[in-house]
């Protein structure tokens, strides 16, 4: 793991929710962005996101699970990069497992409550969703003085 001095003033851009872009590596080694809504726990720098199965993404952080979230504030003047290596949770396959838990959990900690905990979880079951969690090894970028 990169030395972490001096990339903590990076975290700063980081907020318990928001939203960013997810890079990850193509099979010819260009990148393949998303737009992703993600969650992050500061004290074990662990990034979550809800995604489903089938996806670029998805299908290329299981050939090389190298993943980048790229933040910017809202004017562009400051910005910052996260890298890691991603996990990737089973597929939804019964409204009671451990990955509609995890989803669930996810789904909260970005939009807060759900009008209908059941709708969601046949939901996750039926669009096939997982989630894709990585800590950050490292990160850089540029923040504005």
């Not at 597929?91 to 970005?110: G, Q, S």
Request: aromatic content about 8%; some cysteine.
């Amino acid at each position: 793991m990169p030395e972490k001095a001096g990339w903590d003033r990076y975290l700063s851009l980081l907020s318990s929710k928001g939203r960013g872009v997810v890079a990850t590596l193509k099979a010819d080694g260009r990148p393949q962005l998303s737009n992703v809504d993600f969650c992050y726990n500061a004290e074990s720098r662990l990034v979550r996101l809800s995604t489903t199965d089938g996806r670029a993404k998805v299908r290329n952080l299981h050939r090389d699970p190298r993943v980048s979230l790229h933040l910017s504030t809202p004017d562009l003047s400051s910005y910052a990069v996260y890298e890691g290596v991603a996990e990737i949770s089973e597929v939804a396959a019964k409204p009671d497992d451990t990955t509609v838990a995890e989803l669930i959990d996810v789904f909260r900690e970005v939009q807060g409550e759900h009008p209908d905990w059941n709708e969601y979880r046949a939901a996750m079951v039926a669009d096939r969703r997982l989630v894709v969690r990585f800590h950050i090894d490292y990160a850089y970028g540029w923040i504005r003085p």
